[in-house]
């Protein structure tokens, strides 16, 4: 999803909750928004206003505008604990954060990768053209260690190889939903996860009675969230404590396996959960910002490292041309 589709379906979901916050039913604030908007929203608005009149639930509904799984799964869960509205506006929140983190860092690595490109491009002809001609005037087995590695004519090939599949690799990893345990990614994994169990638990305390009742229906849910949740019941029915079943989930965070502890006993789980998610989302925004700081000291070392290799690849062979003058 492009930047300006993702934000025209942030305007959609934001125009949708403020006039169901003023008290617009859920057919005429279709019938609104389809009015107001124009070119490709236009069309996903009345492609959503056909799957409702068909009867389709109101998640179903907004998959056209949201395809994020975990924020799907919320939107099922709260659709079921008939608070469709209240995970709406999580939903909202949390797709405007991803879409901030998104912007801000395509800024950042735009200009970067420019320079990348170039000095990839500058690489290739000077291995294609410059670097043989200048091997033809040198002694290369009088090289020895990083210069005589500099030297090899295998040497920028296998380098291109090298950043060509790591980068086709990290796309294959990408859509196939494998995560590298990278310990800066994790915590921000963790987080978000956090921030969905909480959110759901939070959604589905008012429709049952006790903290059991609670992960027993979000078992029944699909997505990762529920697997967790399937988990936490399964080891709950073989005689293991709240607490206990949960400490084992490594994605969720500990303050949580207090929280439920808490709320088991004081029955005020959907309060102490919704005051919690609100702190894991600062706790996400802040952890935004300080990823985005530690990420652009490491794209600027990388690039000063490849522009240090390419301009010591050029003045190595000169220099050895030079000492057997």
Do not use: C
Not at 222 to 243: F, K, L, Y
């Amino acid at each position: 999803m492009g930047d300006n589709q993702m934000n025209a379906s942030l305007q959609i979901m934001h125009r949708f909750l403020r006039l169901q916050s003023r008290g617009v039913s859920i057919k005429k604030t279709f019938e609104t928004l389809e009015l107001h908007e124009r070119g490709k929203s236009k069309v996903t608005v009345q492609a959503m206003r056909r799957r409702l009149e068909s009867g389709d639930s109101l998640a179903s509904v907004f998959s056209l505008l949201i395809s994020n799984p975990q924020m799907l799964e919320l939107l099922e869960t709260a659709e079921r604990g008939n608070r469709f509205m209240d995970g709406m506006e999580q939903v909202l929140q949390l797709s405007t954060m991803r879409s901030k983190l998104a912007v801000e860092l395509k800024r950042m690595v735009r200009y970067p990768l420019i320079i990348l490109f170039i000095l990839l491009l500058l690489g290739a002809i000077y291995a294609l053209y410059i670097f043989p001609k200048l091997l033809a005037m040198v002694d290369v087995e009088a090289a020895s260690g990083v210069s005589a590695l500099l030297l090899s004519r295998w040497f920028f090939p296998l380098l291109f190889l090298f950043f060509v599949m790591t980068l086709i690799g990290g796309m294959v990893a990408g859509r196939r939903g494998v995560r590298l345990p990278i310990r800066l990614i994790e915590r921000g994994r963790r987080l978000y996860v956090t921030y969905l169990f909480v959110s759901e638990l939070s959604l589905l305390q008012e429709t049952e009675t006790t903290v059991r009742h609670v992960i027993s229906r979000l078992a029944l849910e699909t997505g990762e969230v529920a697997m967790i949740a399937r988990r936490i019941h399964e080891r709950m029915s073989n005689g293991v404590g709240i607490d206990a079943a949960t400490r084992e989930e490594r994605l969720i965070d500990h303050e949580v396996v207090s929280l439920l502890g808490v709320g088991s006993v004081s029955g005020e789980l959907g309060n102490l959960m919704a005051l919690h998610r609100d702190l894991v989302f600062e706790e996400m925004e802040r952890y935004s910002k300080r990823l985005l700081g530690k990420v652009e000291p490491m794209i600027y070392g990388v690039l000063s490292v490849m522009v240090g290799t390419l301009f010591y690849s050029l003045y190595l062979p000169v220099k050895l041309i030079m000492a057997q003058i």
